[in-house]
């Protein structure tokens, strides 16, 4: 074998394993193509790591993945681990990875599918290829949060009632270094460049757009669109085609890819890679969550987690053709008529029948 890489899998919970799986199979036949070795690491993240050793994210998880080539995560969390204290819940798990791992870049496209245009909620959803640039490991999920009992003496000196708080706060540095690698992604792609914030609101915002307007400059060939989220929010279902790169910050970038996601069809569609400083390893995941309702039935959809895989060849090892081949496999197994249970509408009440997990990772292998 002339080429070989290791990749560690962080199953996770909920559907995770099953379409992590689903991805690791067809990595490994498109790889086996190109005489490209795959070691596979297994982890444990997330509730399963609760359950394994009382925490969500063990050291060694942490260790062995930055000792890895490149991460692929499924999903986590669940109802399982609904009461468990703050500190120990399953999303801790991610984000402490992408902290760990330092993965400031959370890249998430969303494509309409020519086949899959009927499973999109728009009337006319055109053609919709845009790609989301969220910062991942700043602003209010990292910012400083607590809370002060009722009768706490609060900073001003007064007491009141029990408060709860949680902090939005980015620095320069944050900002640009995302901001760079939004202007280097629309340099190759139409050019576009939306810039999400709420700067009417938010001082942090106008941070954002005061930076984004200065590095403007140095792209005189990207046309910097800004608007506030809840525009935003309005315009990708009004004119969602339009889009090109959209870069926010982590919160909203969390809430706009889940409704860029569902414009497209569906969630189990939609790929994401988080990467951060130069060979550091990224880590690649469906964004989709752990569908507990959906676990270990054969229904949950691979096909996000499929594409995060070839994500992950393009992005971390330059492999475009093991990438291109997954995708277009995947492209044909749509055209093939397969579907899983999410993207079975096409049109005028009509369905086609869904095919499982298992079966719709074999067609697309059949397909490589
Ligand atoms: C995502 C998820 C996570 C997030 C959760 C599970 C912590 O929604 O990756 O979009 O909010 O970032
Ligand atoms: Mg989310």
Redesign the pocket.
């Known amino acids: 074998m002339s080429k070989k890489y290791t990749i560690a899998v962080i199953p996770g919970d909920g559907i995770g394993p099953e379409v992590t799986s689903a991805a690791v199979e067809v990595l490994q036949a498109a790889c086996a193509q190109r005489d490209i070795e795959i070691e596979i690491n297994e982890l444990t993240a997330g509730g399963a790591a609760i359950d394994k050793f009382g925490i969500p994210l063990p050291q060694e998880t942490i260790d062995k993945a930055k000792a890895s080539d490149a991460v692929l995560l499924g ?3 669940g109802p399982k681990w609904d009461n468990v204290e703050p500190e120990k819940r ?2 801790k798990a ?2 402490g990875l ?1 902290q760990g791992l330092g993965l400031y870049a ?1 890249i998430r496209p969303a494509v309409v599918y020519s086949e899959l245009m009927d499973a999109s909620p728009l009337k006319k959803p055109g053609n919709i290829d845009l790609v989301i640039v ?1 910062e ?1 490991t700043g602003g209010i ?1 990292f910012g400083k949060n607590g809370v002060y009992q009722s009768g706490d003496k609060l900073p001003d000196g007064t007491t009141k009632g029990k408060i709860a708080f949680d902090t939005e706060s980015y620095s320069e540095g944050e900002i640009n270094r995302i901001l760079k690698i939004a202007f280097e992604l629309s340099m190759k792609r139409r050019k576009k460049l939306t810039l999400v914030d709420k700067a009417n609101v938010l001082v942090s915002s106008r941070l954002w757009r005061n930076l984004a307007s200065q590095m403007s400059f140095d792209y005189p060939e990207v046309e910097l669109e800004c608007l506030y989220v809840d525009n935003c929010a309005m315009q990708l279902i009004s004119r969602p085609s339009s889009f090109d790169v959209i870069v926010t910050s ?2 909203f ?2 809430i706009l ?2 409704e860029a996601g569902q414009i497209v069809g569906s969630v189990g569609m939609l790929p ?1 890679a988080s990467i951060g400083a130069p060979r550091t390893p990224g880590m690649f ?1 469906p ?1 989709h ?1 752990s569908a507990p309702d959906l676990a270990g039935r054969d229904v949950a959809n691979p096909l996000a987690s499929i594409l995060s895989a070839a994500m992950m060849m393009r992005t971390m090892f330059g492999e475009e053709e093991v990438a291109a081949s997954i995708e277009l496999a995947v492209k044909k197994a749509l055209a093939t008529g397969a579907r899983t249970s999410d993207i079975t509408f096409i049109g005028e009440g009509e369905h086609i029948t869904p095919i499982g997990t298992r079966a719709m990772t074999k067609t697309v292998i059949e397909n490589l």
């Open positions: 999903a986590v969390g399953p999303e991610l984000l992408r959370n969220r991942l999920y982590n919160i970038g969390d890819s889940d994401s995941e964004i969550g």
